[in-house]
DNA sequence: CCTGGGATTTTCT
DNA sequence: GAAAATCCCAGGA
């Protein structure tokens, strides 16, 4: 299977556009030997300093400094004590932005992600849409944690993206809906800045 | 279908 | 000391 990078220019896109433009696209997750491989099916736009939902709103801190630093670059931090998330940051510097990849379809390297998420077949006998349906569960999956926080995604061998070589998703396909887990985000919480695939069975949430 | 609670730790007030 | 861009499980309808 070739891999295609995503070219550079597409990062420095709106974060909506974006946000959009990622759905269909693999993430690729190498360690070691192992080559973990994935299309995003769902993503959320944080965007701007005023977005009550991002940790942006509360000004840069030690921890969101990436979210203001330049597009293309892995923004991962812990929640809940318990999970990471992986975002990927977007705009320009001192513009705090970012994507939240929310779930993911397998494609490669799925015994692995069993592993690394501790789960057995048994417990998930439909298919293998429950493994990465979510931003806690595809870390887990992907081995992405602290370690990655700030990885240039445009040059890093270890996690990148790459282009589904089915092509472009039609604006058809593409799913609109708020964002999850945020309803303390005042007015906020109501945007439509999260896109999924539309019939997708890996999604996290209708 | 839904609701609620617990796990667990970093970050910021 | 509280909150958190989550997940899992139990229990009720």
């Known amino acids: 299977m070739s891999i295609?990078?995503?070219p550079a220019k597409l990062f420095r896109a709106n974060t909506f556009a974006l946000?959009?433009?990622l759905l269909?696209?693999?993430l690729v997750r190498q360690t070691g030997k192992n080559v973990l491989m994935g299309k995003i099916v769902e993503?959320?736009?944080y965007y701007g300093p005023h977005d009550l939902a991002s940790h942006a709103s509360?000004?840069?801190t030690k921890r969101t400094k990436l979210m203001f630093d330049l597009p293309g670059l892995a923004y991962i931090y812990l929640i809940y004590g318990m999970y990471y998330c992986f975002n990927i940051t977007t705009e320009k510097k001192d513009f705090p932005a970012a994507i939240l990849i929310r779930a993911i379809e397998p494609i490669a390297g799925i015994k692995q992600m069993?592993?690394?998420r501790k789960i057995t077949l048994a417990k998930y006998p439909k298919l293998n849409t429950q493994i990465t349906n979510g931003?806690?569960?595809l870390c887990q999956a992907f081995k992405i944690d602290k370690k990655l926080n700030g990885e240039n995604l445009i040059i890093s061998k270890?996690?990148?993206l790459a282009k589904n070589p089915q092509g472009k998703i039609k604006p058809s396909q593409i799913v609109k809906a708020k964002r999850i887990g945020v309803d303390y985000a005042g007015k906020y919480k109501h945007k439509l800045w999260r896109y999924y695939l539309k019939n997708n069975q890996f999604i996290s949430h209708k």
Do not use: V
């Open 4 to 6: 295609n990078r995503l």
């Open 19 to 21: 946000a959009k433009a």
């Open 24 to 26: 269909g696209q693999y």
């Open 43 to 45: 993503t959320e736009a």
């Open 58 to 60: 509360r000004g840069q």
């Open 114 to 116: 069993y592993k690394n």
């Open 135 to 137: 931003p806690g569960k």
């Open 158 to 160: 270890k996690l990148y």
